[in-house]
Every structure is written in C-alpha cells, then in structure tokens.
C-alpha cells in the first residue's frame, strides 16, 4: 500500500471517523500509580485550516457517557455528578480557534474546551500522518495529538484526602487523541 503525500482538500469538509478515532486519557490514582481510560464516542469536522494564520474550522463532541476505565463501578462513579454528571452535560465539545506550525507535519491547535458548561482555552500538539485514498474512493487524513488539563478547573473537583497525605484523584489529565477524517472524492 502506498501512502500518498497529497496536501488535504480543504475546501470541502471532513468528517471524524468515530470507528478509527479516540481519546485516551491517564490521571494519577492514590498518589502512586496511573489509571488509564478512553472516550468511545467522538464525532465531528473539519473545514477550512488555513496555514496562513487564518481560523480553522474544527468542531468536536465527545459523549462522556461513554467513558471506560476497565473497571465498571469506577466509570458508573465517573458519569455520576462527582465527575462528567452525563445526566446533566451529555457532551463535551471542543472548537478550534487558531492553527500553528507546519499542518504537513506538526502544529499547535489551540481553542475552546467544553466540560459540564465550563469553556476554557486548551492547545494540543498535533502530529500530521498523511492523507491517502481508501479502496473506496475517499480522501483519508490521520492525525496525533497530545495535551493536558486542570481537571478541576473545568469543575470535576471531586476527590478524598489520603490518610497518609496526598489525594486519591490527581488533578492533572493528560490525554492522547488519534483522529482520522474522511474526505469524499468529489
């Protein structure tokens, strides 16, 4: 198989391929050990990415719903109003609003991250993997990003004191996204 190196098409829309797209995320557990989780459901698009400084144009949901930690009570814990309170905020939405760097092979994508109706500024370094052509026809673009956040500055504060000092929930997340968007030939 080869990979074409074709710069995307940006004057027509992708589309989040939920089915080879996620979210992984870790958070320190009791102080001494990381707990690992993923995000089974993301959808969204791409527009316009304008390497000359322009906006881009890059909407994602993410149903916390489908959170999963390998670990059922935990993640019944984590959709409860302690944590995500899916009942109440069923999504969590990101919308870009500045692109930097090289989009053929890395850059920072900064914008606004939406958790339980808590916006806050967040950037990612992302890393470009190519765009080819699938045995269908489509246009197929994948990507890498990397970054963190203050759990409790978007209001997910719950936590327990240790008997031995510390807590049982650290507040730094960090988190892994792997996209890949789908482009129909035109």
Same mark, same amino acid.
Do not use: C
């Given at each position: 198989?080869?990979?074409?190196?074709?710069?995307?098409?940006?004057?027509t829309g992708w589309q989040i391929d939920?089915? #080879?797209?996620?979210?992984?995320?870790?958070?320190?557990? =009791?102080?001494?050990?990381? +707990?690992?989780?993923?995000f089974g459901s993301i959808a969204g698009r791409v527009g316009s990415?304008?390497?000359?400084?322009?906006?881009?144009?890059?909407?994602?949901?993410?149903?916390?719903?489908?959170?999963?930690?390998?670990?059922?009570?935990?993640?019944? #814990?984590?959709?409860?109003?302690?944590?995500?309170?899916?009942?109440?905020?069923?999504?969590?939405?990101?919308?870009?609003?500045?692109? !930097?760097?090289? =989009?053929?092979?890395? /850059?920072?994508?900064?914008?606004?991250?939406?958790?339980?109706?808590?916006?806050?500024? %967040?950037? /990612?370094? +992302?890393?470009? #993997?190519?765009?080819?052509?699938?045995?269908?026809?489509?246009?197929?673009?994948?990507?890498?990003?990397?970054?963190?956040?203050?759990?409790?500055?978007?209001? =997910?504060?719950?936590?327990?004191?240790? !008997?031995?000092?510390?807590?049982? +929930?650290?507040? !730094?997340?960090?988190?892994? %996204?792997? +996209?890949? =968007?789908?482009?129909?030939?035109?």
């Amino acid at each position: 198989m080869t990979q074409a190196t074709m710069a995307p098409d940006t004057t027509t829309g992708w589309q989040i391929d939920p089915a #080879h797209s996620g979210i992984d995320f870790s958070v320190r557990h =009791l102080m001494i050990s990381t +707990v690992r989780g993923r995000f089974g459901s993301i959808a969204g698009r791409v527009g316009s990415i304008d390497a000359n400084g322009g906006a881009p144009r890059v909407e994602v949901t993410i149903d916390p719903s489908t959170i999963t930690t390998s670990n059922d009570q935990r993640d019944k #814990h984590l959709r409860s109003a302690d944590f995500f309170d899916v009942e109440r905020y069923p999504t969590m939405t990101f919308t870009a609003s500045e692109v !930097e760097g090289d =989009l053929d092979q890395t /850059f920072t994508l900064t914008g606004d991250l939406t958790i339980r109706d808590v916006t806050k500024p %967040i950037s /990612f370094e +992302v890393e470009a #993997h190519g765009v080819t052509v699938d045995p269908w026809g489509n246009r197929r673009a994948g990507y890498s990003a990397r970054g963190k956040l203050s759990r409790s500055a978007y209001g =997910l504060t719950w936590n327990q004191m240790l !008997e031995a000092g510390g807590v049982t +929930v650290g507040d !730094e997340v960090k988190f892994t %996204i792997d +996209v890949a =968007l789908t482009q129909p030939m035109a």
